[in-house]
């Protein structure tokens, strides 16, 4: 009996996709794929935008500048796409599937928008589209809710899964640096883009929300937007006052079921009570925490970004998608549950830091409080710090509705005597984030 022959075709050819290349040359990973069939897997075309640069490790006799050409061609089993955003990748992985060949990709942003018609297609054609790479590079938990946790009741996710950020905020927690700064130091050492406003804005890791919750609770694929903060507002002030209250800043996405039907899926930073195992995840390092029914906490952590996590994700895809073709199967669409229905964000509760400069005068804190009170909204504690003619206040609210908070805080910013409103940050505790 010969041995079957997956044929590969990979489009980009950045940190990742060369990191692939490279992983695939290497022999001991010419794996014997199981199920009682073995199968040599040969890369047969790498599309690239520039074919003048030269790419390290990369045949170049391998290299194309037409990547539609190469998710035609009749001879690509499995198409790896690596170049991101919406189109042309999705033509190209249209094309692809449609010729029922298999599709790997790390394309967040696209699965996000339309991953839901994307997986349809792959199903109807009989092919694989897999994404591990998507979320949290180099964490397998795309397959980890796939399979291993496909019959849990998942309540909750709450993830770190953008590096950049995280990165920024470690900085500013242990380092003392302010948000101006650690951006700078991210940029300069390769994490942050120029134009970092993907990452900081929190559209990175809304993207990722969308993935998570489509595994874990069954919300379909399709662009619909997600509750999004980012983190360029927080100051040191925040960070400090975090730390002093037992806290740690960071961005999370949460996944969340609310009541027997409802869901929240929002992207916003938080604060971490400091034994929280998500409060332990520093620098560019990325984490995923769920509440199972059953299975209770669980939590991945790992290497979110970079090329060779992210090709060992992609490379697993590929092993995986080689393994269903040599037996004639494919994996079906994820479940959607149409019974969904996102709640209101201004009807979640949490407890929330609100962080307010005042007039240092007779009176002021009494006005304050008075709109907290009107609006139903509980004080658990203060902090007041002067600085001449100003004090700010911080406070942490008891558990409360996010409409009231917001109309405190809108009437907050009426009064005279209120100069601004400084923070309005969720803080993760038993009751919610
Ligand atoms: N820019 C992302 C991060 C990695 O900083 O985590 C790719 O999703």
Known sequence: MTTPHVRLGVIGAGFVGRALVQMLDDDSRQVALVDGATATLELVGVAVRDLTTVREGVDSSLLTDDPLSLAARDDVDILVELAGGIEPARTWIETALRRGASVVTANKTLMADCGTELAQLAHENGADLLYEASVAGGIPIIRALRTSLAGEKINRVMGIVNGTTNFILSQMTSEGRDYADALKEAQ??????????????????????????????????????????????????????????????????????????????????????????????????????????????????????????????????????????????????????????????????????????????????????????????????????????????????????????????????????????????????????
Request: charged share 20%; hydrophobic share 45%; net charge negative.
């Open 188 to 433: 300069a050492l390769g994490y942050a883009e120029a134009d970092p406003t993907a990452d900081v804005e929190a559209f990175d890791a809304a993207a990722k929300v969308q993935i998570l919750s489509s595994l874990a609770i069954g919300t379909a694929l399709h662009g619909e937007p997600i509750l999004r903060e980012g983190i360029s507002k927080v100051r040191s002030v925040d960070v400090d006052y975090a730390r002093r209250a037992g806290y740690v800043i960071k961005l999370i996405g949460v996944v969340e079921r609310v009541g027997e039907h409802g869901l929240s899926r929002r992207t916003h930073p938080a604060l971490i009570p400091i034994d929280h195992p998500l409060a332990a995840v520093h620098g560019a390092m990325n984490a995923v925490f769920i509440e199972g029914d059953r299975s209770g906490p669980l939590m991945w952590l790992g290497q979110g970004a970079g090329g060779e996590p992210t090709a060992s994700a992609v490379l697993g895809d590929v092993l995986h998608a080689a393994r269903n073709r040599v037996n004639g199967r494919h994996d079906v669409p994820f479940t959607v549950d149409d019974r969904l229905l996102s709640v209101d964000s201004g009807d979640l509760s949490s407890v929330f830091y609100l962080s307010i400069d005042v007039r240092d005068e007779p009176g002021v804190l009494a006005q304050v409080a008075g709109v907290f009170g009107r609006h139903n909204v509980s004080i658990q504690s203060m902090e007041q710090s002067g600085f001449g003619q100003e004090a700010r206040l911080s406070f942490l609210t008891h558990v409360a509705l996010t409409r009231d908070v917001t109309a405190t805080l809108h009437e907050l910013d009426l009064l005279v005597s209120v100069d601004s409103i400084g923070a309005c940050i969720r803080v993760i505790d038993g009751g919610g984030a």
